[in-house]
């Protein structure tokens, strides 16, 4: 039986937001295949799982305030043979993606996040997240610009589920971030990697 996507309900990022906004997966990613009854994998659904799983509420929010913090950037630092993730957003551009031991991009996305709409009531107080660019070591010739990269961000969303890259050490940075909450937060990713090691 192929997989059906279920969603977290918080109340920054509800489960019944439309496709374009982002939501917190829960479960139902099956190396087999999505059932046609799934919704889709999306890149900005696994940018927030990503986030919301490292079990610090401040990461989301700070990545969701676009307008009090200009830049967000957390990477992952995978081990195992696994590429390291990358999630970055530069004002209303989120850029996400996975770098090889190379440090090449493969795949690597862009969306533009829309301004709010009264069409789109929504709490986290943007508009729709649009699929904008696309790249890829291997592009696919012939397909639209938006199908590459809704599929391109598929990969990388399912790259965090499988590969778990919310256990792997992290280095977070936003704009305005002092020395103070620097090492904060390198303490926290210690204490928090060290905690998985216990469990």
Known sequence: MYGIVRFIDTTLLPASA???FPKIIHS???EE??????PAITGPDGAVTLLHQLGRPELIERFLDIEGTMAFMLTTHASGGFHNAYIKRMGAYLE????????ELDPCVVFKIEAPDAAYPWPGKTGRWVPEIAYARFMMHGVEKEDIVRFQGG????AIWWHKHYKFPVSVD???MTP???DELKKWDE???????RS
């Open 18 to 20: 439309p496709e374009d």
């Open 28 to 30: 139902g990613i099956d």
């Open 33 to 38: 295949g999505q059932d046609k009854k799934s």
């Open 96 to 103: 996400i993606g996975l770098l090889d031991s190379q440090g």
């Open 155 to 158: 990969i990388f969303t399912k």
């Open 174 to 176: 936003w704009s305005g």
């Open 180 to 182: 103070e909450k620097r």
């Open 191 to 197: 204490e928090r990697r060290a905690a998985l090691k």
